[in-house]
Protein backbone atom coordinates (compact mmCIF):
# COMPACT_ATOMS: atom_id res chain seq x y z
CA UNK A 1 0.00 0.00 0.00
CA UNK A 2 1.44 3.61 -0.67
CA UNK A 3 2.00 6.02 1.84
CA UNK A 4 -0.76 8.35 0.57
CA UNK A 5 -3.55 5.58 0.71
CA UNK A 6 -2.31 4.04 3.74
CA UNK A 7 -2.86 7.44 5.20
CA UNK A 8 -6.42 7.83 3.93
CA UNK A 9 -6.88 4.16 4.93
CA UNK A 10 -6.56 5.80 8.79
CA UNK A 11 -8.47 8.75 8.77
CA UNK A 12 -11.96 6.85 9.96
CA UNK A 13 -9.52 5.14 13.04
CA UNK A 14 -7.94 9.10 13.27
CA UNK A 15 -11.47 10.82 13.15
CA UNK A 16 -12.75 8.13 15.95
CA UNK A 17 -9.36 8.94 18.33
CA UNK A 18 -10.43 13.05 17.87
CA UNK A 19 -13.44 12.82 18.84
CA UNK A 20 -12.74 10.39 21.59
CA UNK A 21 -10.18 12.91 22.76
CA UNK A 22 -12.37 15.97 22.61
CA UNK A 23 -15.51 13.67 24.56
CA UNK A 24 -12.42 13.03 27.32
CA UNK A 25 -11.91 16.33 27.46
CA UNK A 26 -15.53 17.89 27.86
CA UNK A 27 -15.81 15.00 30.46
CA UNK A 28 -12.84 16.14 32.55
CA UNK A 29 -13.46 19.91 31.86
CA UNK A 30 -17.00 19.45 33.50
CA UNK A 31 -16.62 17.15 36.49
CA UNK A 32 -13.73 15.26 38.06
CA UNK A 33 -15.63 12.45 38.74
CA UNK A 34 -19.23 11.28 36.23
CA UNK A 35 -22.31 12.50 38.05
CA UNK A 36 -26.12 10.48 37.82
CA UNK A 37 -26.41 12.73 35.02
CA UNK A 38 -23.69 12.08 32.49
CA UNK A 39 -23.57 8.25 33.68
CA UNK A 40 -27.22 8.17 32.38
CA UNK A 41 -26.04 8.85 28.73
CA UNK A 42 -22.89 6.22 29.56
CA UNK A 43 -22.26 2.27 30.03
CA UNK A 44 -19.44 0.80 31.75
CA UNK A 45 -17.46 -1.86 29.81
CA UNK A 46 -19.06 -4.42 31.76
CA UNK A 47 -22.65 -3.42 31.03
CA UNK A 48 -21.71 -2.28 27.38
CA UNK A 49 -20.37 -6.23 27.10
CA UNK A 50 -23.57 -7.47 28.51
CA UNK A 51 -25.67 -5.36 26.03
CA UNK A 52 -23.90 -7.19 23.07
CA UNK A 53 -23.38 -10.21 24.33
CA UNK A 54 -19.92 -9.95 24.04
CA UNK A 55 -16.98 -10.30 26.48
CA UNK A 56 -14.99 -7.72 28.27
CA UNK A 57 -11.95 -8.60 26.21
CA UNK A 58 -13.56 -8.57 23.04
CA UNK A 59 -14.54 -4.60 23.56
CA UNK A 60 -10.86 -3.79 24.76
CA UNK A 61 -9.93 -5.11 21.90
CA UNK A 62 -12.05 -3.32 19.47
CA UNK A 63 -11.20 -0.29 21.74
CA UNK A 64 -7.44 -0.80 20.20
CA UNK A 65 -8.75 -1.28 16.81
CA UNK A 66 -10.57 1.61 16.49
CA UNK A 67 -13.98 -0.60 16.17
CA UNK A 68 -15.93 0.77 19.08
CA UNK A 69 -13.54 3.21 20.89
CA UNK A 70 -13.83 3.89 24.67
CA UNK A 71 -13.90 7.06 26.21
CA UNK A 72 -12.14 7.08 30.04
CA UNK A 73 -13.39 8.18 33.05
CA UNK A 74 -11.00 11.01 34.06
CA UNK A 75 -10.64 9.47 37.81
CA UNK A 76 -9.99 6.00 37.73
CA UNK A 77 -9.13 5.54 33.60
CA UNK A 78 -11.32 2.77 33.14
CA UNK A 79 -13.67 2.71 30.01
CA UNK A 80 -16.95 3.72 29.75
CA UNK A 81 -19.35 3.83 26.27
CA UNK A 82 -21.57 6.01 25.33
CA UNK A 83 -24.87 4.49 25.18
CA UNK A 84 -25.74 5.98 22.12
CA UNK A 85 -22.94 4.32 20.28
CA UNK A 86 -23.64 1.03 21.35
CA UNK A 87 -27.37 1.19 20.72
CA UNK A 88 -27.34 2.40 16.90
CA UNK A 89 -23.65 0.70 15.87
CA UNK A 90 -24.90 -2.94 17.19
CA UNK A 91 -28.14 -3.13 17.01
CA UNK A 92 -27.86 -6.47 15.79
CA UNK A 93 -26.21 -7.74 18.83
CA UNK A 94 -28.23 -5.41 21.80
CA UNK A 95 -29.54 -7.54 24.89
CA UNK A 96 -33.24 -7.28 25.43
CA UNK A 97 -32.35 -5.78 28.89
CA UNK A 98 -31.74 -2.78 26.21
CA UNK A 99 -34.45 -2.81 24.16
CA UNK A 100 -36.82 -5.28 24.44
CA UNK A 101 -39.60 -5.39 21.82
CA UNK A 102 -43.28 -4.45 23.33
CA UNK A 103 -46.07 -6.46 24.16
CA UNK A 104 -48.91 -7.17 26.75
CA UNK A 105 -49.29 -10.40 28.23
CA UNK A 106 -53.04 -9.81 29.69
CA UNK A 107 -55.50 -12.19 29.73
CA UNK A 108 -58.93 -12.16 31.38
CA UNK A 109 -59.89 -15.50 32.78
CA UNK A 110 -63.18 -16.92 30.92
CA UNK A 111 -64.07 -19.45 34.10
CA UNK A 112 -62.21 -20.00 37.90
CA UNK A 113 -58.91 -21.43 37.92
CA UNK A 114 -57.42 -23.24 40.29
CA UNK A 115 -53.90 -23.30 41.73
CA UNK A 116 -51.88 -25.49 43.81
CA UNK A 117 -49.02 -23.75 45.06
CA UNK A 118 -45.93 -25.62 46.49
CA UNK A 119 -42.77 -24.49 48.09
CA UNK A 120 -44.72 -21.16 48.47
CA UNK A 121 -42.38 -19.36 50.61
CA UNK A 122 -43.59 -15.96 51.55
CA UNK A 123 -46.18 -15.88 48.62
CA UNK A 124 -44.44 -14.19 45.80
CA UNK A 125 -45.41 -16.07 43.13
CA UNK A 126 -48.89 -16.69 44.62
CA UNK A 127 -49.51 -12.91 44.94
CA UNK A 128 -48.51 -12.98 41.03
CA UNK A 129 -51.07 -15.63 40.02
CA UNK A 130 -53.85 -14.06 42.50
CA UNK A 131 -53.45 -10.35 40.84
CA UNK A 132 -53.86 -12.51 37.22
CA UNK A 133 -57.18 -13.63 38.09
CA UNK A 134 -56.20 -17.57 39.19
CA UNK A 135 -57.77 -18.75 42.21
CA UNK A 136 -55.02 -20.36 45.08
CA UNK A 137 -56.69 -23.26 46.32
CA UNK A 138 -54.31 -24.15 48.66
CA UNK A 139 -50.28 -23.58 49.60
CA UNK A 140 -47.82 -25.94 50.89
CA UNK A 141 -44.77 -24.58 52.75
CA UNK A 142 -42.55 -25.93 56.06
CA UNK A 143 -41.16 -22.38 57.38
CA UNK A 144 -42.93 -21.13 60.10
CA UNK A 145 -42.35 -17.39 59.87
CA UNK A 146 -43.10 -17.63 55.74
CA UNK A 147 -47.01 -19.50 56.45
CA UNK A 148 -47.49 -17.25 59.35
CA UNK A 149 -46.79 -14.18 56.34
CA UNK A 150 -49.67 -16.12 54.35
CA UNK A 151 -52.22 -16.39 56.90
CA UNK A 152 -51.70 -13.10 58.36
CA UNK A 153 -52.16 -11.53 54.77
CA UNK A 154 -54.63 -14.17 52.97
CA UNK A 155 -56.75 -15.80 56.20
CA UNK A 156 -59.10 -17.62 53.52
CA UNK A 157 -56.37 -19.65 52.06
CA UNK A 158 -55.83 -22.61 52.99
CA UNK A 159 -51.87 -22.73 54.33
CA UNK A 160 -50.97 -26.36 54.79
CA UNK A 161 -47.25 -25.97 57.16
CA UNK A 162 -44.85 -28.54 57.06
CA UNK A 163 -42.91 -31.10 55.15
CA UNK A 164 -44.55 -31.60 51.99
CA UNK A 165 -43.81 -35.51 52.06
CA UNK A 166 -46.54 -35.56 54.66
CA UNK A 167 -49.37 -34.35 52.96
CA UNK A 168 -51.23 -36.45 50.57
CA UNK A 169 -52.61 -34.17 47.58
CA UNK A 170 -55.35 -36.90 45.82
CA UNK A 171 -58.60 -34.39 47.03
CA UNK A 172 -57.66 -32.02 44.72
CA UNK A 173 -57.74 -34.09 41.50
CA UNK A 174 -60.45 -32.62 39.18
CA UNK A 175 -59.64 -29.14 40.81
CA UNK A 176 -57.04 -27.94 39.87
CA UNK A 177 -55.93 -26.11 37.02
CA UNK A 178 -52.24 -25.66 37.86
CA UNK A 179 -49.59 -26.89 39.81
CA UNK A 180 -46.78 -24.75 40.91
CA UNK A 181 -43.76 -24.72 42.53
CA UNK A 182 -40.01 -23.56 43.15
CA UNK A 183 -38.40 -26.78 44.02
CA UNK A 184 -34.37 -26.51 45.02
CA UNK A 185 -31.56 -27.86 42.94
CA UNK A 186 -30.84 -31.74 44.47
CA UNK A 187 -28.77 -33.98 42.25
CA UNK A 188 -30.56 -37.34 41.34
CA UNK A 189 -28.89 -41.03 41.86
CA UNK A 190 -28.34 -40.77 38.27
CA UNK A 191 -26.73 -44.38 36.90
CA UNK A 192 -27.00 -43.26 33.34
CA UNK A 193 -30.71 -44.46 32.60
CA UNK A 194 -33.72 -42.86 31.88
CA UNK A 195 -34.98 -41.48 35.20
CA UNK A 196 -38.50 -42.69 36.50
CA UNK A 197 -40.32 -41.39 39.49
CA UNK A 198 -38.86 -43.70 42.04
CA UNK A 199 -35.71 -42.47 40.88
CA UNK A 200 -36.05 -39.45 42.19
CA UNK A 201 -37.48 -40.50 45.65
CA UNK A 202 -35.77 -38.03 48.58
CA UNK A 203 -35.58 -35.14 46.70
CA UNK A 204 -38.14 -32.64 46.70
CA UNK A 205 -38.60 -32.64 43.03
CA UNK A 206 -39.95 -36.25 43.10
CA UNK A 207 -42.58 -34.07 45.62
CA UNK A 208 -43.61 -31.61 43.42
CA UNK A 209 -43.79 -34.36 40.78
CA UNK A 210 -45.87 -37.12 42.97
CA UNK A 211 -48.66 -33.83 43.54
CA UNK A 212 -48.48 -33.25 39.90
CA UNK A 213 -49.10 -37.16 39.45
CA UNK A 214 -51.84 -36.96 42.21
CA UNK A 215 -53.70 -33.89 41.14
CA UNK A 216 -52.86 -34.31 37.08
CA UNK A 217 -54.18 -30.57 36.24
CA UNK A 218 -53.96 -29.52 32.83
CA UNK A 219 -50.79 -27.58 33.23
CA UNK A 220 -47.63 -27.52 35.87
CA UNK A 221 -45.12 -24.86 36.28
CA UNK A 222 -41.75 -24.97 38.10
CA UNK A 223 -39.49 -22.30 38.47
CA UNK A 224 -35.45 -22.46 39.66
CA UNK A 225 -32.48 -20.51 39.31
CA UNK A 226 -30.60 -20.06 36.21
CA UNK A 227 -27.75 -22.57 37.78
CA UNK A 228 -30.02 -25.50 36.88
CA UNK A 229 -29.32 -25.31 33.28
CA UNK A 230 -26.03 -26.58 34.42
CA UNK A 231 -26.49 -28.30 37.72
CA UNK A 232 -25.00 -31.60 37.99
CA UNK A 233 -23.71 -31.11 34.11
CA UNK A 234 -27.08 -30.02 32.70
CA UNK A 235 -27.98 -34.27 34.14
CA UNK A 236 -30.68 -33.19 37.46
CA UNK A 237 -32.77 -30.83 34.62
CA UNK A 238 -32.56 -33.54 31.83
CA UNK A 239 -33.67 -36.14 35.07
CA UNK A 240 -36.65 -33.65 35.88
CA UNK A 241 -38.34 -33.82 32.27
CA UNK A 242 -37.88 -37.69 32.23
CA UNK A 243 -39.93 -38.06 35.23
CA UNK A 244 -42.51 -35.68 33.99
CA UNK A 245 -42.56 -37.55 31.00
CA UNK A 246 -42.86 -40.68 32.68
CA UNK A 247 -45.95 -39.52 34.59
CA UNK A 248 -48.08 -37.92 31.46
CA UNK A 249 -46.24 -34.52 30.71
CA UNK A 250 -44.47 -32.75 27.97
CA UNK A 251 -42.09 -29.91 28.69
CA UNK A 252 -41.89 -27.10 26.77
CA UNK A 253 -37.93 -26.11 26.19
CA UNK A 254 -37.38 -24.39 29.30
CA UNK A 255 -36.58 -20.75 29.32
CA UNK A 256 -34.66 -17.80 32.19
CA UNK A 257 -37.18 -14.78 31.85
CA UNK A 258 -35.23 -11.89 33.38
CA UNK A 259 -37.03 -10.07 35.93
CA UNK A 260 -36.79 -6.60 34.32
CA UNK A 261 -38.42 -7.53 31.19
CA UNK A 262 -41.56 -8.03 33.65
CA UNK A 263 -42.32 -4.60 35.03
CA UNK A 264 -39.69 -5.55 37.97
CA UNK A 265 -37.09 -2.97 38.88
CA UNK A 266 -34.39 -5.95 39.78
CA UNK A 267 -31.81 -7.49 37.73
CA UNK A 268 -33.23 -10.69 38.76
CA UNK A 269 -33.51 -14.29 36.47
CA UNK A 270 -35.58 -17.37 37.39
CA UNK A 271 -35.59 -20.27 34.75
CA UNK A 272 -38.88 -21.56 33.90
CA UNK A 273 -40.28 -25.05 33.56
CA UNK A 274 -43.80 -25.55 31.85
CA UNK A 275 -45.16 -28.92 31.51
CA UNK A 276 -48.49 -30.15 29.79
CA UNK A 277 -50.31 -33.05 30.26
CA UNK A 278 -49.90 -34.98 27.18
CA UNK A 279 -53.76 -35.48 26.55
CA UNK A 280 -53.93 -31.54 25.67
CA UNK A 281 -52.71 -30.02 22.02
CA UNK A 282 -53.02 -26.58 23.47
CA UNK A 283 -49.73 -24.93 23.07
CA UNK A 284 -48.11 -22.78 25.67
CA UNK A 285 -46.81 -19.47 25.50
CA UNK A 286 -44.24 -17.70 27.07
CA UNK A 287 -44.80 -14.33 28.11
CA UNK A 288 -43.79 -12.25 26.07
CA UNK A 289 -40.75 -9.15 27.22
CA UNK A 290 -42.05 -5.56 27.80
CA UNK A 291 -40.01 -2.21 26.41
CA UNK A 292 -39.94 -0.35 29.37
CA UNK A 293 -37.38 -1.23 32.12
CA UNK A 294 -38.09 0.05 35.64
CA UNK A 295 -35.86 1.44 37.99
CA UNK A 296 -34.67 1.72 41.68
CA UNK A 297 -36.29 5.00 41.35
CA UNK A 298 -39.55 3.74 40.18
CA UNK A 299 -39.80 1.05 42.76
CA UNK A 300 -39.41 3.68 45.81
CA UNK A 301 -40.58 6.78 44.78
CA UNK A 302 -44.11 7.65 43.45
CA UNK A 303 -45.00 7.10 39.87
CA UNK A 304 -46.12 4.21 37.20
CA UNK A 305 -45.47 0.93 39.78
CA UNK A 306 -46.69 2.60 43.14
CA UNK A 307 -48.93 5.84 43.85
CA UNK A 308 -46.83 6.66 46.92
CA UNK A 309 -42.96 6.73 48.12
CA UNK A 310 -42.07 3.66 49.91
CA UNK A 311 -43.32 3.28 53.56
CA UNK A 312 -40.67 3.77 56.19
CA UNK A 313 -39.79 0.89 58.00
CA UNK A 314 -36.91 -0.67 59.87
CA UNK A 315 -33.82 -2.23 58.01
CA UNK A 316 -30.31 -3.78 58.60
CA UNK A 317 -26.91 -1.39 58.89
CA UNK A 318 -23.82 -1.97 57.87
CA UNK A 319 -20.59 -2.23 60.36
CA UNK A 320 -18.27 1.00 60.97
CA UNK A 321 -15.75 -0.25 58.51
CA UNK A 322 -17.59 -1.14 55.39
CA UNK A 323 -20.03 1.64 55.54
CA UNK A 324 -16.50 4.20 56.05
CA UNK A 325 -15.70 2.50 52.84
CA UNK A 326 -19.13 2.68 51.19
CA UNK A 327 -19.31 6.17 51.63
CA UNK A 328 -16.42 6.45 48.84
CA UNK A 329 -18.52 4.72 46.59
CA UNK A 330 -20.39 7.12 44.47
CA UNK A 331 -24.05 5.48 43.07
CA UNK A 332 -23.49 2.84 40.52
CA UNK A 333 -20.02 2.78 41.40
CA UNK A 334 -18.68 -0.47 42.79
CA UNK A 335 -15.29 -1.24 44.56
CA UNK A 336 -13.07 -0.36 41.63
CA UNK A 337 -13.99 3.36 42.19
CA UNK A 338 -12.15 2.93 45.60
CA UNK A 339 -9.01 4.57 45.99
CA UNK A 340 -6.66 1.37 45.07
CA UNK A 341 -4.87 0.74 48.93
CA UNK A 342 -8.91 0.64 49.77
CA UNK A 343 -9.48 -1.61 47.14
CA UNK A 344 -6.77 -4.21 48.28
CA UNK A 345 -7.80 -3.89 51.50
CA UNK A 346 -11.26 -4.49 51.20
CA UNK A 347 -10.93 -7.04 48.71
CA UNK A 348 -8.32 -9.14 50.50
CA UNK A 349 -7.23 -12.06 48.43
CA UNK A 350 -9.82 -11.47 45.57
CA UNK A 351 -8.33 -8.46 44.35
CA UNK A 352 -5.81 -10.63 42.73
CA UNK A 353 -8.66 -12.75 41.15
CA UNK A 354 -10.09 -12.51 37.57
CA UNK A 355 -13.48 -11.51 36.63
CA UNK A 356 -15.41 -8.37 37.51
CA UNK A 357 -16.73 -8.99 40.53
CA UNK A 358 -18.94 -5.83 39.81
CA UNK A 359 -21.61 -6.74 42.36
CA UNK A 360 -19.25 -6.12 45.28
CA UNK A 361 -19.36 -2.72 47.22
CA UNK A 362 -22.13 -1.18 44.92
CA UNK A 363 -23.85 1.50 45.18
CA UNK A 364 -27.61 1.00 43.33
CA UNK A 365 -28.30 4.56 40.90
CA UNK A 366 -31.47 6.05 41.33
CA UNK A 367 -32.21 5.40 37.27
CA UNK A 368 -31.03 1.84 36.78
CA UNK A 369 -32.98 -1.31 38.13
CA UNK A 370 -31.42 -3.13 40.87
CA UNK A 371 -29.12 -5.81 41.25
CA UNK A 372 -30.46 -9.36 42.36
CA UNK A 373 -31.74 -8.72 46.35
CA UNK A 374 -30.14 -11.62 48.49
CA UNK A 375 -31.56 -13.13 51.64
CA UNK A 376 -29.02 -10.86 53.93
CA UNK A 377 -28.29 -7.19 52.75
CA UNK A 378 -25.47 -6.63 54.76
CA UNK A 379 -23.67 -9.95 53.52
CA UNK A 380 -20.16 -9.45 52.86
CA UNK A 381 -19.25 -9.28 48.80
CA UNK A 382 -22.93 -8.48 47.96
CA UNK A 383 -23.41 -5.16 48.94
CA UNK A 384 -26.61 -3.15 47.54
CA UNK A 385 -25.87 0.09 48.94
CA UNK A 386 -29.24 2.85 48.51
CA UNK A 387 -27.89 5.28 46.27
CA UNK A 388 -27.71 8.48 48.63
CA UNK A 389 -28.10 6.92 52.14
CA UNK A 390 -25.20 4.31 53.10
CA UNK A 391 -27.09 1.57 54.35
CA UNK A 392 -28.86 -1.17 52.84
CA UNK A 393 -32.20 -1.14 50.91
CA UNK A 394 -34.59 -1.07 54.42
CA UNK A 395 -37.69 -4.13 54.68
CA UNK A 396 -40.11 -2.36 52.86
CA UNK A 397 -37.44 -1.22 50.17
CA UNK A 398 -36.60 -4.58 49.80
CA UNK A 399 -40.48 -5.52 49.13
CA UNK A 400 -40.82 -2.96 46.42
CA UNK A 401 -37.71 -3.95 44.74
CA UNK A 402 -39.77 -7.73 44.31
CA UNK A 403 -42.98 -6.05 43.74
CA UNK A 404 -44.84 -6.71 46.56
CA UNK A 405 -47.99 -4.70 47.64
CA UNK A 406 -47.17 -2.24 50.41
CA UNK A 407 -50.27 -3.67 52.30
CA UNK A 408 -48.05 -7.04 52.11
CA UNK A 409 -47.07 -7.90 55.69
CA UNK A 410 -44.09 -10.18 56.57
CA UNK A 411 -44.14 -12.25 59.69
CA UNK A 412 -40.81 -12.66 62.17
CA UNK A 413 -37.80 -11.37 62.98
CA UNK A 414 -36.21 -8.25 60.72
CA UNK A 415 -33.57 -11.07 59.57
CA UNK A 416 -36.50 -13.52 58.57
CA UNK A 417 -38.76 -10.61 56.57
CA UNK A 418 -35.61 -10.18 54.68
CA UNK A 419 -34.92 -13.61 54.07
CA UNK A 420 -38.63 -14.21 52.92
CA UNK A 421 -38.47 -11.46 50.76
CA UNK A 422 -34.72 -12.56 49.09
CA UNK A 423 -36.47 -15.91 48.08
CA UNK A 424 -39.59 -14.63 46.67
CA UNK A 425 -40.32 -14.74 43.26
CA UNK A 426 -41.14 -11.20 42.23
CA UNK A 427 -44.72 -10.34 41.94
CA UNK A 428 -44.57 -8.69 38.82
CA UNK A 429 -43.13 -11.43 37.08
CA UNK A 430 -45.49 -14.30 38.33
CA UNK A 431 -48.13 -12.21 37.56
CA UNK A 432 -47.01 -12.03 33.73
CA UNK A 433 -46.39 -15.91 34.29
CA UNK A 434 -49.98 -16.18 35.27
CA UNK A 435 -51.26 -14.38 32.42
CA UNK A 436 -50.12 -16.72 30.15
CA UNK A 437 -51.75 -19.61 32.16
CA UNK A 438 -55.19 -18.07 31.98
CA UNK A 439 -54.58 -17.78 28.31
CA UNK A 440 -53.45 -21.32 28.08
CA UNK A 441 -56.41 -22.44 29.98
CA UNK A 442 -59.21 -20.22 28.07
CA UNK A 443 -58.22 -21.74 24.84
CA UNK A 444 -57.91 -25.28 26.65
CA UNK A 445 -61.32 -25.22 27.87
CA UNK A 446 -62.60 -22.90 24.82
CA UNK A 447 -61.75 -26.00 22.20
CA UNK A 448 -64.22 -27.86 20.77
CA UNK A 449 -63.68 -31.28 22.50
CA UNK A 450 -61.55 -30.14 26.13
CA UNK A 451 -60.40 -33.72 27.76
Not at 137 to 149: R, V
Not at 194 to 220: H, I, N, S, W
Not at 229 to 258: A, F
Request: hydrophobic residues 40%.
Amino acid sequence: MRPSEKENANQPHRKKHLIAAFDRLIIHNHCIRLNNQVMEDFLTLSEAAEAIGKSKETLRRWDREGKLTALREPVSNYRIYRKQDVLSLFAEFIDEEIVPPSADNFAAPLHDYGVLELFAGAGGLAVGMEQAGLKCLALNEIDKWACQTLRRNRPHWQVMEGDIAQFDFAAFQGKVDVVTGGFPCQAFSYAGKKLGLADARGTLFYEFARVVQETMPPVCIGENVRGLLNHDSGKTLQGMISILDEIGYRVLPVQVLKAVHYHVPQKRERLILVGIRKDIATEFHYPKPAKHIYTLKDALKKGALYASDVPESKGAAYPAYKKAVLDLVPPKGYWRDLPLDIQKEFMGGSFYLGGGKTGIARRIGWDEPCLTLTCSPAQKQTERCHPEETRPFTVREYARIQTFPDDWEFAGSMVQQYKQIGNAVPVNLAKEIGYCIVDFLNRYYSSSKPV
